[in-house]
């Protein structure tokens, strides 16, 4: 059954009672049996039923308006992927509605449900960094409605996406910090439950053992929030035995890389003649400080290109549903600025 097929009566029918008995069970009517109630609403949690306007909207025309769910809308980069999804929807005549997480599981389920109620016709995704669980995504698609996943890719079969190259990206920031003659780099990585997390770590070990260097798991912490405050600390920790600390640092994002940079002046350490840092991002205000901070450069803009067209495609039935998974993966752009550059 496709998303916003079921009605009362297919409920009604399916329980053999009457459309009143459900639509009072529904509304949480005295009067109806709690047993009817439990019922009526697993079954039309089930069958995925909305309300009947609801419904009709989904079944028979179009709203001509997409859904975007992101963690943050403050992130630079987000920001760069809504203006790109901003750019193609308005061109094909449709409206977006945005949606920040704010890193919460619950605001993602919470926000799925407020949009289809508002008659969107498809959905991009950014899932929060609490996500393991993709259910919620999984009977979207069980459905045939469209959702395409951008920047962090989910643990299901048959999805569309649109990711960078993160693996890459990671590789050539460490050997960039290698080529500078840095020998000990330390990795601030991401939330590990990320798949983005992983290709990065995964680039950064790859640059490490290319260069006949060894990762040390202790040079390798996980930073969950991503806050500069967090990343403070533990770049504190990293560097408080003088006779054994790294000499560089390739940082997740540029938040976490700008929270070391902090700890490093703290503790009297010059950036990059004593220590390099490479973050990841290119957030503005990579450039601005003290020393500007190198990074590797994501198309944010871009991204958000592609995921609408290929979702708005999906609206249109030139894609056939979920039978066609596809992976758009696009390129990432080292970006050397004074922070790691030691070597004239």
């Not at 996943?149 to 643990?155: Q, T």
């Not at 290319?210 to 560097?239: H, K």
């Not at 938040?255 to 350490?269: C, E, Q, S, T, W």
């Amino acid at each position: 059954m496709k998303l916003g097929q079921a009605t009362i009566k297919d409920i009604a029918k399916e329980l053999n009672v009457s459309t009143s008995t459900v639509s009072r069970a529904l509304k949480d009517y005295p009067g109806i049996s709690d047993e009817t109630k439990r019922k009526v609403k697993e079954l039309a949690d089930r069958l995925n039923y909305r309300p009947n306007a609801v419904a009709l909207s989904l079944r028979k025309s179009k709203s001509f308006t997409i859904g975007v769910i992101i963690p943050e809308v403050v992130h630079f980069f987000f920001s760069t992927v809504i203006s790109g999804v901003e750019e193609v929807a308005h061109a094909n005549g449709y409206n977006v509605i945005l949606v920040q997480t704010n890193e919460k599981l619950s605001r993602e389920k919470s926000s799925i449900e407020t949009m289809l109620s508002n008659q969107i016709d498809g959905v991009l995704v950014s899932y929060s960094r609490e996500t393991t669980d993709f259910s919620h995504f999984k009977k979207l698609m069980d459905l045939d409605f469209p959702i395409v996943f951008f920047d962090r890719k989910p643990d299901l079969e048959n999805t569309v996406n649109v990711t960078v190259n993160d693996y890459q990206g990671a590789y050539d920031a460490t050997r960039h910090l290698v080529s500078q003659g840095y020998v000990k780099i330390a990795h601030l990585a991401g939330p590990s439950n990320l798949a983005i997390s992983k290709r990065r770590k995964e680039g950064y070990l790859k640059a490490l053992e290319d260069a006949g260097l060894s990762g040390r798991p202790d040079w390798i912490v996980e930073c969950p929030s991503g806050s500069e405050s967090e990343s403070y600390q533990i770049a504190m920790e990293l560097f408080k035995d003088k006779t054994d600390r790294p000499d560089a640092i390739f940082a997740h994002h540029d938040i976490v890389a700008a929270g070391a940079m902090i700890a490093i002046k703290k503790l009297g350490l010059k950036i990059p003649e004593d220590v390099g840092v490479v973050g990841y991002s290119n957030w503005q205000f990579s450039s601005m400080i003290d020393p500007p901070l190198s990074t590797v450069s994501q198309p944010g803009f871009s991204i958000g290109e592609n995921a609408t067209h290929l979702l708005l495609d999906m609206i249109a039935g030139k894609e056939p549903g979920y039978q066609r998974p596809q992976d758009v993966m696009l390129d990432t752009e080292l970006v050397i600025r004074k922070s790691s550059l030691r070597v004239p």
